[in-house]
């Protein structure tokens, strides 16, 4: 939100617990480009690491398992993060699925932290909206400034989604 006249900028972002289902439905479209990319910051809040950090529909999902590792799947692949990605320190993913190379990525921190070849053709994630945390199965975790962007990014795009550490509202 921008400011209003005679406002300073807000120096806070607001953040998001995964202790819910929040959804978005206004995502961009993709016009057959087929690729996409998802990225945020992350930090562990509590004690439960595994559940749904987001996912569209049974296309796609981001997921984090009891050790704070990340499992990226679309298009029929998968491919998980190693070495506890989520902490009480914030992280910076960016998940991509890129049908102009039939692969879909996870960035930690601006580097390649998993990857994994589709084998089958890309589909468009169009079956309903962005799903951020769940009801059922979430971790105690916390993520800010999430982007969704309707093209698949390039390794040394990833630190446009990352330049500025988040700064959570309490």
């Not at 690729?35 to 690491?49: D, L, P, Q, V």
């Not at 749904?52 to 009891?66: D, M």
């Not at 916390?142 to 040394?156: H, M, P």
């Amino acid at each position: 939100k921008e400011p209003e006249a005679g406002q300073s900028p807000s120096t806070t972002d607001t953040c998001v617990s995964l202790n819910g289902v929040k959804e978005l439905s206004d995502l961009p479209q993709l016009d057959g480009s087929k690729s996409y990319s998802f990225a945020t910051w992350i930090k562990r809040e509590g004690g439960k690491m595994k559940g749904i950090i987001a996912k569209r529909g049974q296309q796609w999902s981001l997921e984090s398992n009891s050790d704070g590792d990340i499992t990226f799947t679309s298009n029929g692949a998968s491919c998980t993060t190693k070495g506890k990605v989520i902490s009480r320190n914030w992280a910076h993913i960016t998940a991509v699925a890129s049908a102009t190379d039939s692969k879909i990525r996870i960035f930690v921190n601006g580097k390649q932290a998993c990857r994994a070849a589709v084998t089958k053709d890309f589909a468009e994630p169009s079956d309903g909206p962005l799903q951020i945390g769940s009801i059922n199965d979430q971790s105690d975790a916390k993520i800010g400034r999430a982007f969704y962007v309707a093209s698949g990014v390039r390794a040394n795009e990833v630190s446009i989604f990352s330049s500025r550490t988040v700064n959570c509202r309490s």
